[in-house]
C-alpha cells in the first residue's frame, strides 16, 4: 500500500477515484432518500438502483471496447466530466420531481460511471506494473488493495456526511457536492490515457468475442465470475430494504441511515487492511470469509432492534465487503492476461450491474409484502449459502494470466467479416 502511494501517476489515479467515489456515496444517499420520501415505496428505490446498475450494463461492454483502441488521449476524463452534466440535471430535476425523467438521467450516469470504473483499475493496473518495482503480480495486488482502502475511507465518511447535508439542507445539495467530485476527477485524470497498450486492433465485436472467449475457456475465470453474480443478487438486495429498515424498524431517520452505511464502511477499511496484509496468497479464503460475513450481517439485522447494535452487525458485514470484492478483482486479474483486462473488466462490471438488479427486485419485493427484518433474514440465509460456491473453486492454484492464450482474433475477424458485422 504504501509503494503503492509513492508511485506518481499511480498516486493521482488513486487520489482521484477516493475523491469521486466519496462523492458518490452523496449522489447515492440524496437520491435513495429523496425517492422514498417523494413516493414512500420500497419498489421505486429499487427501480433507481436499477436504472444506475443494470439498465447501463448491457452497454458498458461495447464503450469499454471501443475506448480502449481509441487513439484519443483523454476519453476517461470526458466520462467524468459527461457524469458531472447529468447529475447536475437530476439536482435541478429534484425542485420538479418526476420518476420517470430521473431514471433516464440516472442511467445515463449509470452506463458511464461503470465504464469508467472497469477502465480507472485497468488502468491502475498498467501503471502499478510500470511504477512500482519488483514482481508485477503482486504490484497489482497492491494496487487493488489502495483502491480498496481508498473505497471503504469514503465508505466511512461520504455516506455519514451525505445524511447530515440532506437532513440539514437538501438532496439537492448533496447532489451538488457529487457534480464537483466528478468535475474534480475528471481534471484530475485529464492527462491518462484509458487504452491497453498491447490491445489487438479487431473490430468491436471480435474483442468483445475474444474476451468472452477467454472467459469460458478458463474455468476458475467462469466459475468466479457465476459464484458473484449469485452472491451479487443477495448481497445487493438488500440496498432497497435498507431504508425502510431504519425507518420503519430502528425509527432512525435520515441520519441513522447515513450513519449505519458508515459503519459498514468502517468495516471495510479493516476488511481492506486484512486483504492488504493477508490477501495475495488466500485469494479463495478471502472470498469465502467475506461472503460468510456479509450474509450473517444481513441476518442479524433481523434480530437487533436498536441502531447501535445494527450499526456492530454493519460493521461485521463491512469487513466481510472489505475482504470479498478486492480478492475477487485480483483473482479476475490473475487469471486474465494483460491485453484482454479491459474486456474483462467490463464484463465484472456488467455482470456487477446486471444481477444485483434481481437483488434489487428480490428487496423490494420482500419488503413491500413483508417487515424488513424478514427481508433482511431471507438475503442474509441466501448470502451464507453463496459462500460454498466461492469455498470450490482453485483460484490460487491457477497458472499465472501470462500463461493464458490469447483467443485468435484472426478467426474472429473473419466471422465478422462473414456475417456483415
Known amino acids: 500500500m504504501p509503494s503503492a502511494l509513492r508511485a506518481p501517476r499511480l498516486r493521482r489515479l488513486i487520489l482521484a477515484y477516493a475523491i469521486n467515489r466519496g462523492g458518490t456515496w452523496f449522489g447515492v444517499i440524496a437520491l435513495s432518500l429523496a425517492v422514498y420520501d417523494k413516493t414512500h415505496k420500497g419498489l421505486a428505490v429499487a427501480a433507481l438502483l436499477i436504472a444506475s446498475q443494470a439498465v447501463p450494463a448491457f452497454v458498458v461492454p461495447v464503450v469499454i471496447a471501443r475506448v480502449e483502441a481509441s487513439k484519443r488521449q483523454r476519453e476517461l476524463s470526458a466520462l467524468y466530466f459527461f457524469e458531472a452534466i447529468v447529475t447536475a440535471a437530476i439536482a435541478v430535476l429534484l425542485g420538479h420531481f418526476s420518476l420517470a425523467p430521473v431514471l433516464v438521467l440516472v442511467a445515463l450516469d449509470g452506463a458511464a460511471a461503470l465504464a469508467a470504473s472497469a477502465l480507472l483499475r485497468t488502468e491502475a493496473a498498467r501503471l502499478a506494473r510500470e511504477e512500482l518495482p519488483g514482481d508485477p503480480d503482486a504490484a497489482e495486488q497492491k494496487a487493488n488493495a489502495a483502491l480498496n482502502v481508498a473505497f471503504s475511507a469514503t465508505f466511512v465518511l461520504g455516506p455519514a456526511a451525505a445524511g447530515v447535508v440532506v437532513a440539514a439542507a437538501s438532496a439537492a445539495t448533496a447532489l451538488w457536492i457529487d457534480v464537483a467530485s466528478f468535475a474534480i476527477c475528471g481534471v484530475m485524470l485529464f492527462d491518462l490515457r484509458a487504452r491497453v497498450q498491447e490491445v489487438d486492433e479487431g473490430t468491436v465485436a471480435a474483442r468483445l468475442r475474444a474476451a468472452w472467449k477467454h472467459i469460458r475457456s478458463v474455468a476458475p475465470l467462469r466459475n468466479l465470475l457465476i459464484a458473484q453474480s449469485v452472491g451479487l443478487v443477495f448481497f445487493e438486495s438488500a440496498a432497497p430494504i435498507e431504508v425502510a429498515y431504519v425507518k420503519r424498524s430502528l425509527f432512525a431517520g435520515d441520519r441513522g441511515y447515513g450513519y449505519l452505511v458508515a459503519a459498514w464502511g468502517v468495516g471495510v477499511v479493516l476488511g481492506s487492511i486484512i486483504f492488504a496484509r493477508l490477501g495475495e496468497r488466500r485469494l479463495r479464503i478471502m472470498i469465502t470469509l467475506g461472503t460468510v460475513a456479509i450474509g450473517g450481517a444481513y441476518a442479524t439485522f433481523a434480530l437487533v432492534h436498536s441502531l447501535g447494535a445494527a450499526a456492530v452487525a454493519a460493521a461485521v ?39 444485483p438488479a434481481f437483488g434489487l427486485i428480490l428487496g423490494g419485493v420482500l419488503v413491500t409484502i413483508g417487515s424488513p427484518r424478514t427481508a433482511f433474514a431471507i438475503v442474509g440465509v441466501g448470502a ?19 500463461e493464458f492464450e490469447l483467443p485468435d482474433l484472426h478467426e474472429q475477424e473473419q466471422k465478422d467479416y462473414a456475417s456483415g458485422v
Open 317 to 355: 458485514g463491512g469487513v466481510g465487503n472489505g475482504i470479498q470484492f478486492a480478492p475477487l478483482i485480483s483473482g479476475v486479474q490473475r487469471l486474465t492476461p494483460a491485453p484482454l483486462r479491459a474486456r474483462v473488466m467490463g464484463a465484472v462490471e456488467a455482470l456487477g450491474a446486471i444481477f
Open 384 to 402: 451464507c449459502v453463496t459462500a460454498l460456491l466461492f469455498a470450490r473453486i482453485r483460484i490460487d492454484e491457477a497458472p499465472p494470466a501470462a
